[in-house]
């Protein structure tokens, strides 16, 4: 049984920095990405690994700011977000699948198993 469970969302100060994770059991050989949803808005795309080789693609909004990536030991992939401004404000969900292309990376569609999801909250 495949099983996402993200944690370290909290209130932070415009600028701060935060970490979150999502351990991942009963997957092998995936990909795993990070979406955020805000009150009213649809789920958007935030980052994505490939476990293999550490492929990484990011949205253009978090680009240079926030950071994919994984543990192999652990079976854990963080989101480290750097910078961070109010309109980062959004639950975040981790998401998992076995296949993904390069072009369908960033779409909701094209994950199978989702975590259910972490507050991170941005304001002063």
């Known amino acids: 049984q495949v099983q996402l469970v993200e944690s370290g969302g909290r209130l932070v100060q415009p600028g701060d920095s935060l970490r979150l994770s999502c351990a991942a059991s009963g997957l092998s050989s995936y990909f795993m990405g990070w979406f955020r949803q805000a009150p009213g808005k649809e789920r958007q795309f935030v980052a994505a690994?490939?476990?293999?080789?550490?492929?990484?693609v990011y949205a253009d909004s978090v680009k240079g700011r926030f950071t994919i990536s994984r543990d192999n030991a652990k079976n854990t992939v963080y989101l480290q977000m750097n910078s961070l401004k109010p309109e980062d404000t959004a639950v975040y969900y981790c998401a998992a699948t076995t296949y993904a292309s390069a072009a369908t990376m960033s779409l909701t569609s094209t994950y199978n198993y989702w975590g259910q999801g972490t507050q991170v909250t941005v304001s002063s």
């Open positions: 690994i490939r476990w293999s080789n550490s492929n990484t």
